[in-house]
Structure formats: structure tokens, C-alpha cells
């Protein structure tokens, strides 16, 4: 009889060969993964154990279930359950184009951020960059964006998949979003974000601070946005 640290190591085994990819395209958003009986000849095990693995991807939201096709992939970042401007997730209704006002640098922290750093982040330099997000050609939303260098190598600018940092992540170290914090509040713009924005100083905007923990111990993504909603709404989902 199989011990239970063998079933354990064997599920997480079939978890990760899946997910990893999920996030490298083999198996695309939109696509059906490969039947229980299939997974279960390729890993020699039983369908307990790929059921225990599909439902931790399920839980994780990088699959679905349909009833009598089996499961699905999908894009993760609709489940994230995180602010944004409406129109960034890939809708077809608006134009939307990332512009890139600053390109990542190494920096010290910036005391703007929200949220207290870990010990490890205080004694590690950061990557900093910034970009502005235009709708129809309307610039909506400016973002401050920061992470530890200790805790992930440098990226550029021009690695970024679709504009996004949370597809680069994905799909190019198998990184997740696994949660965040956030912090709300309405400010008048200030000069440099008034401009940015196209939009006269003091006008009111929502300020958003977050920090996302991903699944990569120590690696935290902190965000500092400035967003302009009078034409666009809040939604709930997020692509950084």
C-alpha cells in the first residue's frame, strides 16, 4: 500500500506538470485538459489523485469544470477578485494601450509606499518602474510599481507580455498573484499626476495602494496607482 507522503508528493506532482503549462501556453485559455484517464495512464496513478490536483488548479483558478467535457482552462487574472480600470482585461469595447513613462530602474524604496516592507526588502535594492494606461486615447490610470531585486531578477520593459507584468510573471517564471492588500481613498491630483492624467490639479482621483503576494517565497509587488474614473468605472478584476 502507498504511504500517504508518496499520494501527497504524486498529486503535487501532477498539479505543478499542469500548471506549468497552463502558464507557458501548451495548454491555452480556452483549451480542455488532457481526460482523468489519460492523466492517470502518463503519471500511473489513480483518479483520487488527479482529482485531489485538478481541484487544487480549480481552487486556484487556473481551471474550470464543465459538466460532461471535463476541464477547462481560464484566464486566471478574471478570478483575482482585484480593482481595476474597467476595459483592461482584453474587452473588446475600448482601446487600450499601456505606455511605458518610465523604464524599470534599480532604485532605493520609495517611502510613498502603503504597506511596511519585510526585513529582507529593507536590506535588498528594488526594480521600479511606471506606466500610464490610455483608453480611447485618454490617459485613466497612472502606476508606480516596485519589487525587490533580491527576490526577482531584473526585467525590461520590452519582456513585458501584452503590457502586462502579471503575464510576464506567469508565463515567463511561473509566478502567481496569490492575494493582495489594498487601500482606497479619493485625493486631489496632485501636479505631476494632474498632467500625467491630462487633467486639471486638484481635480478629484482614486488612489489605490496594494501589495500582491505571489507564490514565490519573498517576492512581493507593491503598487502606487493614481485613476481617473470620471469616463471609466472601477471593476472588479486587475492586470498589472
Avoid at 500548471?19 to 501548451?26: L, V, W
Avoid at 508606480?144 to 517564471?173: C, P, R
Wanted: net charge positive.
Amino acid at each position: 500500500m502507498k504511504s500517504e507522503k508518496t499520494t501527497t508528493k504524486k498529486y503535487l506532482t501532477i498539479q505543478d506538470y499542469i500548471k506549468k503549462r497552463i502558464q507557458t501556453g501548451k495548454f491555452p485559455v480556452g483549451s480542455y485538459l488532457p481526460s482523468e484517464n489519460e492523466i492517470c495512464n502518463r503519471f500511473k496513478t489513480t483518479r483520487t489523485t488527479v482529482r485531489r490536483a485538478l481541484d487544487e488548479l480549480l481552487k486556484e483558478g487556473f481551471i474550470e469544470k464543465e459538466h460532461g467535457r471535463g476541464s477547462k482552462v481560464i484566464e486566471r487574472g478574471n478570478s483575482l477578485g482585484l480593482l481595476t480600470v474597467k476595459g483592461f482585461s482584453g474587452s473588446i469595447d475600448y482601446e487600450v494601450q499601456t505606455i511605458v513613462t518610465t523604464h524599470p530602474k534599480i532604485i532605493k524604496w520609495d517611502p510613498v509606499i502603503a504597506f511596511p516592507l519585510t526585513n529582507d526588502e529593507k536590506k535588498s535594492q528594488c526594480v521600479y518602474f511606471q506606466r500610464v494606461r490610455n483608453i480611447n486615447n485618454l490617459p485613466v490610470v497612472l502606476e508606480n510599481n516596485w519589487y525587490s531585486l533580491d527576490a526577482l531578477q531584473f526585467i525590461k520593459a520590452d519582456e513585458f507580455v501584452e503590457g502586462s507584468f502579471f503575464k510576464t510573471l506567469s508565463q515567463k517564471h511561473l509566478i502567481e498573484i496569490m492575494g493582495a492588500d489594498q487601500e482606497l481613498r479619493s485625493i486631489p491630483a496632485s501636479k505631476e499626476v494632474a498632467k500625467k492624467l491630462q487633467i486639471k490639479i486638484g481635480n478629484p482621483i482614486l488612489h489605490i495602494s496594494v501589495r500582491f503576494r505571489t507564490s514565490k517565497p519573498g517576492l512581493n509587488l507593491y503598487g502606487d496607482l493614481y485613476c481617473n474614473t470620471t469616463e471609466y468605472p472601477i471593476r472588479n478584476s486587475f492586470f498589472l
